[in-house]
């Protein structure tokens, strides 16, 4: 298995312009989250789903940012538009369905950089 | 909503010494209990679990420990090396509710 496959790994862009990360999640997996990580907030979670549907997104900050899972092996995060204080990196992990029973495994994660 | 605290916040410790990370939740009904280690620019990976009917879980120089009745856990290290130094998260979680993570504690072994 390859395991949860993030693109891309490292992203530059330019406050004000649009950042799509995406995620394929381990197949059989049936949750998705997205979380963020900083040096100052830790690891926050964003949004996750379920059977690609959104469960919780009480974590995304502000309207800029918006999630899809569109099918069972993909998902994106999108940010839009995006600011200096949106660094970070993002991670994707993906479970069998009951958290009670398995863990998440992680993606490699994307590290965003807004300048 | 599950809280989790973690403490301490960062720990370090002479290679070949045992560490000690400690975890408190808030839900009584979260029975899955797992430990993530964090390599510096590396994603989080699962290293041990435990399940609320069990107290006590080991995997070679690791344990994890369950007290149910305190809603504590705690994760043992012994004879630690120097790449055992990382961050490393505790979680709480029951069902098919999300897991929460506690704020993580950076580990460093010195030689």
């Known amino acids: 298995d390859a395991g949860v496959i993030q693109s891309p790994r490292h992203e530059v862009t330019e406050m004000g312009q649009e950042v799509t990360l995406r995620c394929k999640p381990i197949s059989g997996h049936n949750s998705l989250f997205w979380y963020r990580q900083t040096m100052m907030r830790g690891l926050e979670l964003l949004i996750y789903f379920n059977n690609n549907v959104p469960i919780d997104d009480s974590g995304m900050p502000e309207d800029r940012f918006s999630a899809k899972m569109p099918n069972a092996s993909f998902s994106t995060l999108k940010i839009q538009p995006s600011e200096p204080r949106d660094s970070a990196v993002y991670f994707c992990?993906?479970?069998?369905?009951?958290?009670?029973?398995?863990?998440?495994?992680f993606g490699s994660g994307t590290r965003l950089t807004v300048v | 909503g599950e809280n989790v605290e973690q403490h301490p916040s960062t720990l370090s410790v002479q290679e070949g010494d045992s560490a000690v990370i400690k975890c408190t939740y808030s839900?009584?009904?979260?029975?899955?209990f797992p430990w993530y280690k964090q390599e510096l620019g590396k994603r989080p990976q699962l290293i041990i679990d435990?399940?609320?009917?069990?107290g006590e879980k080991k995997d070679q120089r690791i344990a994890v420990t369950l007290n149910k009745t305190a809603k504590h856990f705690s994760l043992h290290i012994t004879e630690t090396q120097p790449e055992d130094s990382a961050v490393y998260f505790c979680a709480a979680g029951t069902g098919f509710q999300k897991l929460v993570f506690g704020t993580g504690t950076r580990l460093l072994v010195s030689p």
């Open positions: 839900d009584s009904a979260s029975n899955y």
């Open positions: 992990a993906s479970s069998p369905q009951g958290t009670a029973n398995y863990g998440y495994t």
């Open positions: 435990i399940r609320s009917n069990v």
